[in-house]
Antibody, heavy 120, light 109 residues
Framework: QITLKESGPTLVKPTQTLTLTCTFSGFSLSTSGVGVGWIRQPPGKALEWLALIYWNDDKRYSPSLKSRLTITKDTSKNQVVLTMTNMDPVDTATYYC????????????WGQGTLVTVSS | SYVLTQPPSVSVAPGQTARITCGGNNIGSKSVHWYQQKPGQAPVLVVYDDSDRPSGIPERFSGSNSGNTATLTISRVEAGDEADYYCQVWDSSSDHPYVFGTGTKVTVL
């Protein structure tokens, strides 16, 4: 059974750095073709893809946020970490981690999401 | 980057057919995937690769893709189908490869 779960702060102040952790089970990020990504959704708005890391440490970022994002993996812990610097109230959103189907480009497993509010 | 446009809302009576469009430049040349998202829940994949269904998704959900428009069709709509629906493509030529549509709220009357 594949599961993913996001963890991290629910409230951050403007200009702070957000660190989110995705802890997953049921698959390994050391397996060829496997990746884990992050998607966010501001309240009442659409989904927005942020970043994705693959088994071979290949990383992709949304161009509009690339300068603020870092994605890393810890294969031994089955975790993927996303950091986003210089947080702003417009970054208030539910942040999801999700797994693309192996060697495919759609997300077949999602975490439950975690709401992050940016406010002073 | 590649843009996917969906109508903000679609209303349908129970038992009728809902059609949700997803417009993009030459989208027919790409594989389109669809997600259903109910309030307070994570998205769920309902159609992938234009018209395939994951296991557990009812046959009432179907998809098509041609030209500049992809369509998700929900036949014999039920109250439980009320949700937001998002299309998604992978744009291999872009720095922003994973693109989501603007989303459509389906209301069952």
């Amino acid at each position: 059974q594949i599961t993913l779960k996001e963890s991290g702060p629910t409230l951050v102040k403007p200009t702070q750095t957000l660190t989110l952790t995705c802890t997953f089970s049921g698959f390994s990020l050391s397996t060829s073709g496997v990746g884990v990504g992050w998607i966010r959704q501001p309240p009442g708005k659409a989904l927005e893809w942020l970043a994705l890391i693959y088994w071979n440490d290949d990383k992709r970022y949304s161009p509009s946020l690339k300068s603020r994002l870092t994605i890393t993996k810890d294969t031994s812990k089955n975790q993927v970490v996303l950091t986003m610097t210089n947080m702003d109230p417009v970054d208030t959103a539910t942040y999801y981690c999700a797994r693309p189907a192996v060697r495919e480009y759609y997300f077949d497993y999602w975490g439950q999401g975690t709401l992050v509010t940016v406010s002073s | 980057s590649y843009v996917l446009t969906q109508p903000p809302s679609v209303s349908v009576a129970p038992g009728q057919t809902a059609r949700i469009t997803c417009g993009g430049n030459n989208i027919g040349s790409k594989s389109v995937h669809w997600y259903q998202q109910k309030p307070g829940q994570a998205p769920v994949l309902v159609v992938y690769d234009d018209s395939d269904r994951p296991s557990g998704i009812p046959e009432r959900f179907s998809g098509s893709n041609s030209g500049n428009t992809a369509t998700l069709t929900i036949s014999r709509v039920e109250a439980g189908d009320e949700a937001d629906y998002y299309c998604q493509v992978w744009d291999s030529s872009s720095d922003h490869p994973y693109v989501f549509g603007t989303g459509t709220k389906v209301t069952v009357l």
